[in-house]
């Protein structure tokens, strides 16, 4: 019972350390040193429960169930063996060739010790089986543990040799010290075991061990974990606590942009004033989609005049709400900047209305107006009744210019005449003009020119404003209010005091800006984490990519090893893209995105989704349709990329969620045209799964699922909609989804877009287009047309006719002319002679001659076959798209005539010199690998510096190319290319130079091409895309 004894005690202390884990505690489960290290503890367990009942089968004399409990306990410790080594690697997350050796080690040993466990499964047939049996194969045991002591010693030399790579001030220092310390403690304690044999000091050692191993990846765990959480919380009070303040604030306040109008956010109250349920649907709004349109051109219009001023601009407004009625509103307006550099506005107003109206049925009602026209007393009567609301008053006659003027006595809240003149718009008005501060005397005088006044007046009956005037020697702020009287060539010009409410107000607003800026800061804060950690993560991820890519390039490669080749590279892939769209929309937050509206044709970025879409439908079996209504063809100023984007995302998620044999439909239509400007509405509808309506108005949240199975069944991320969402709220258009939970789901983008007129590309870099002949063959003349006006918009001769026979009789005219079609494009499903009839009949009379591609809106998976044996090959889905003619027109173009080829504008790369600058060793490794494939010689450069001596030393003409890594210590790429280009020698003015980075963003493609750059190309490169982009370059280059 010793073992039993040793082994129970070892097991209580496990289970007591290791409490979280056992007890199902999930915490940080996507860290590789934690799972290994679970599945290292399972295997622990196990061991000593073999120790365990090691004595209970000794103490009472079960010979071969003691055996049998021996060859369990050999496993268990060769499994061990190798979760050690893959828990050093995962703990320290070494993609090295030191760490994959470690690995190798760790498994060959287990292995090892697996081979004498099965040597040891004989000792029954060599000995027989007697209490004794277990100490004749201790010279077995003794060679295991040697074994397990060569691997700890492994361990040690391992981070003995990656100490020397990596500097002592790198967080990772310490973790190799650790590891070190370790291997050498637990190779000590079980050299010990090999000179007393009897002791237990192997047990305890392994207890020892494993809870060293806790320590070291929980406690990192808990802390990396600790410090997640309270950053997230940090974060999450500061953007509560704006909000809030938001809705604490009395009134309505708002942001948005002041560029663009658009909103930004607000508080309920102002929610509340436009009618509008919540902030998720006035965010990305304009004042024109809110209100009338008048109403949003004199919000447009204040907008610009707070953007003029250095000051909140503070005034009085007499607006309709969305309901229609008319409120009366003091605002205040100032413009601040975000932390993207975005100029914004910020906007408090308090709805006066009700005070307005009270203060005007207070002046004057109409039993009080008639008394005092009757009695004489009208303006006595008037100042005294409106005393109480104003310091100064002007009655003024606006024919005659005549006014009356009243002061405010002092302490009795009265109003007295003070004087009587004429001529209130010259003389009395410069005299006003003198007591206003300096700043704001120039907008008093504008405010004040009577032509501009009465103009304001006629459009409403009331004028506010607010400025500044002087009371003993310093400015205090004032409010100055115009009514129109029933007789209209009267006015009142009321003046009063609000210093301590503007003043107060301020102070909010300030509050305010500090919440503002505090929230802006957080934003980016965590942008700058998630760009930092971005680039962290998607370098050793293109490392893999590249070293799978070039691994299958590989001819020795076994079938199985191919196959695991592509997987590893397909989950990086997507891994990376799950990067990339954190990223995207951690940017899209932070206001970064900036839209690039360039020409772009309509027609060719649906057949580029078309193409992607219909080959992942055709993977799932699905049915794919997609209809662009007339009048929608055509090109548009507008970001391509984006909208490529944004639909993408959409129709990847119908495709996602929807099973065979059901139908992806993209319809595409134009619903409006006004000022040159064209409204396209994309439509994308499935017959998935649906949504649930409750789930509906959070559809478009980051990091959103409507059931958290999804993320495993479906592989989403709930990225692709939030994403979508603010690409096309940044583009100010609008998006809408409509589903039933098992009927599909509907979504539809609208999209305002500029018109242009259509150019005629050069679509094609590898025929002359003019000189395809081509017989369009189609019963529907719709259709027909159609594609003739496809082909004509790019240079395509083509002509038409409606039948089988009458396509027979044309090419039989052609032959005789010897001027044949090139390309025949046929109709599958008409009437008559069909198609394939038509198509059997083309390839008997003319094969060679004329190539036929069929037509058709179905699936080629239905009719490949039969085409085939009439020899189509080709097939083109419909509505027709000019560049997916062009593309079958350049696979097939050798048969029809070799004069069309144009010249190809390629440099020869045979035995060219190209400098590579790059840091990381791995990603060089990987691009020198493929240049060689390429018979091209690469020089490598470890950063900008050395590129810099490398070719500032070098003979003019040598290099023909530069790849220049933009994130590289001692000096970056951008300054490296700045350097290069300033260099006094020809060469360095027009060698190519192509940058290579891990982000694709906007903005570092354009600071790549401000330096000097030629091109950028993200990583990981494509091989193929590297050398086409090399040899355009070099041949421009040459040419110069």
């Not at 090295?96 to 010790?113: D, E, P, Q, T």
Request: hydrophobic share 40%; net charge negative.
């Amino acid at each position: 019972m010793y073992y039993s004894t040793i082994g129970l005690l070892a097991l209580l202390v496990l289970i007591i350390v290791n409490w979280d884990i056992l007890r199902n505690f999930k915490l940080s489960e996507d860290k590789p040193a934690w799972n290994v290290y679970r599945r290292f503890l399972f295997v622990v367990i196990a061991y000593y429960v073999t120790d365990i009942l090691w004595g209970v089968l000794d103490a009472n004399k079960l010979e071969t169930a003691l055996f049998f409990d021996t060859t369990v306990h050999f496993v268990t410790m060769a499994v061990g063996i190798s979760f050690w080594a893959e828990y050093t690697v995962a703990y320290l997350d070494d993609k090295s060739v030191f760490g994959k050796i470690l690995v190798i080690v760790g498994r060959i040993i287990a292995g090892l010790i697996i081979v004498f466990t099965v040597t040891n499964m004989f000792i029954p047939v060599l000995f027989k089986v007697s209490e004794d049996c277990v100490y004749k194969a201790l010279p077995c045991r003794y060679v295991l543990l040697c074994l397990q002591i060569l691997m700890l010693f492994s361990i040690s030399v391992y981070a003995f040799l990656r100490m020397s790579h990596v500097k002592k001030t790198d967080d990772t220092m310490v973790r190799y010290k650790i590891l070190a310390a370790f291997g050498i403690s637990m190779a000590t304690l079980l050299l010990f075991q090999l000179f007393f044999p009897l002791l237990p000091v192997y047990s305890i050692g392994y207890m020892l061990g494993t809870c060293m191993l806790h320590s070291f990846v929980a406690e990192d765990e808990k802390g990396l974990y600790r410090k997640e959480q309270e950053e997230s919380k940090k974060i999450t009070e500061l953007k509560d606590r704006f909000v809030s303040l938001l809705d604490n604030i009395p009134g309505m306040t708002f942001t948005k942009y002041a560029k663009t109008g658009v909103y930004i956010t607000c508080n309920k109250g102002y929610l509340n004033y436009t009618q509008i349920k919540s902030q998720e649907e006035l965010v990305g709004r304009t004042d024109a989609d809110i209100f009338d349109s008048e109403t949003a051109a004199h919000f447009v219009e204040t907008d610009r005049i707070a953007m003029s001023l250095s000051k909140p601009y503070i005034y009085y407004e007499d607006v309709l709400d969305v309901a229609g009625n008319r409120r009366q509103l003091q605002t205040t307006k100032l413009k601040y900047t975000d932390t993207a550099g975005n100029l914004c506005i910020l906007g408090i107003c308090q709805d006066v209305t009700d005070m307005v109206r009270i203060q005007h049925e207070q002046a004057m009602t109409q039993e009080a107006y008639e008394k005092a026209v009757n009695n004489g007393t009208m303006y006595t009567s008037i100042a005294q009744t409106l005393a109480r609301d104003y310091n100064d008053m002007y009655y003024i006659n606006t024919d005659t210019e005549e006014y009356i003027e009243y002061g405010n006595a002092e302490q009795n809240r009265s109003l007295s005449e003070i004087r009587r003149g004429w001529h209130f718009f010259s003389d009395c008005k410069m005299e006003m003009a003198e007591k206003v501060y300096e700043d704001d005397r120039d907008g008093f005088l504008l405010a004040m020119n009577r032509k501009n006044l009465m103009k304001a007046l006629d459009r409403k009956d009331t004028f506010i404003m607010t400025y500044r005037q002087m009371e003993s020697g310093e400015p205090v702020y004032v409010n100055m209010k115009i009514s129109r009287m029933e007789d209209e060539k009267y006015i009142i010009i009321g003046i009063t005091n609000v210093d301590s409410e503007i003043k107060e107000t301020m102070k909010k607003n300030e509050t305010l800006i500090e919440a503002l800026e505090a929230a802006e800061q957080a934003t980016k804060t965590q942008t700058m984490f998630l760009s930092g950690m971005g680039h962290e993560l998607r370098t050793p991820l293109n490392a893999i990519i590249g070293l799978c890519s070039l691994s299958q390039k590989k001819n020795n490669l076994d079938e199985e090893t191919r196959r695991y080749m592509e997987k590893i590279e397909g989950s990086a892939n997507n891994l990376l893209g799950l990067i990339n769209n954190i990223l995207n929309i951690s940017r899209l937050e932070s206001g970064k995105i900036v839209l690039h509206n360039e020409e772009f044709s309509l027609g060719s970025m649906i057949e580029q989704i078309n193409t992607l879409m219909q080959t992942e439908c055709n993977k799932k079996g699905l049915t794919y349709k997609c209809d662009v209504k007339e009048h929608t063809y055509g090109h548009y100023i507008g970001d391509e990329f984006k909208i490529k984007e944004a639909l993408i995302n959409i129709l990847s998620n119908a495709v996602k969620f929807t099973e065979a044999p059901g139908e992806v439909t993209f319809t595409i239509e134009k619903s409006a045209e006004f000022d040159n400007e064209s409204t396209i509405k994309f439509i994308v509808k499935d017959t998935g799964i649906g949504i649930e309506k409750e789930y509906l108005p959070r559809i478009f949240d980051a990091f959103s699922l409507e059931n958290s199975s999804y993320r495993t069944k479906y592989g989403s991320s709930g990225l692709g909609l939030a994403i979508t969402k603010k690409i096309v709220n940044v583009m100010n258009g609008s998006i809408e989804v409509d589903s039933e939970k098992g009927h599909g789901a509907e979504f539809s983008v609208t999209i305002t877009l500029r018109n242009c007129e259509s150019k005629k590309a050069d679509y094609s870099q590898e025929i002359n287009l003019e000189e395809i002949y081509v017989l369009i063959v189609d019963d529907d003349p719709i259709e027909a047309e159609h594609a003739r006006m496809v082909l004509e918009e790019v240079g395509i001769n083509a002509e038409i006719c409606s039948s089988g026979q009458e396509a027979l009789n044309r090419m039989e005219v052609q032959h005789a002319k010897q001027t044949p079609y090139n390309l025949i494009l046929m109709d599958w499903n008409m009437p008559g002679m069909s198609g394939m009839e038509t198509a059997a009949e083309i390839n008997k009379l003319y094969n060679e001659e004329s190539v036929v591609v069929a037509m058709t809106a179905y699936s080629w998976d239905d009719i490949h076959e039969e085409a085939r044996k009439v020899g189509v090959d080709n097939y083109l889905s419909k509505p027709l798209f000019a560049t997916n003619i062009i593309k079958n027109i350049e696979r097939i173009a050798s048969r029809c005539n070799k004069s069309i080829f144009k010249e190809k504008k390629q440099a020869n790369l045979n035995g060219r010199r190209i400098l590579l600058a790059e840091d990381v060793d791995i990603n060089a490794e990987i691009m020198i690998d493929s240049l060689e494939m390429e018979n091209i010689m690469t020089d490598r450069a470890g950063n900008g510096k050395e590129a810099v001596e490398m070719f500032e030393n070098s003979t003019e003409g040598i290099y023909t190319a530069i790849l220049m890594d933009v994130r590289m210590p001692e000096m970056d790429g951008l300054e490296a290319t700045e350097k290069i280009r300033s260099l006094n020698r020809p060469d360095a003015k027009r060698i190519p130079i192509i940058a290579l980075t891990a982000n694709a963003f906007d903005e570092d493609i354009q600071r790549s091409i401000q330096v000097g750059m030629n091109a950028h190309l993200s990583k990981p490169v494509e091989a193929e895309q590297l050398i086409k982009i090399l040899g355009e370059l070099i041949y421009a280059a040459e040419m110069q």
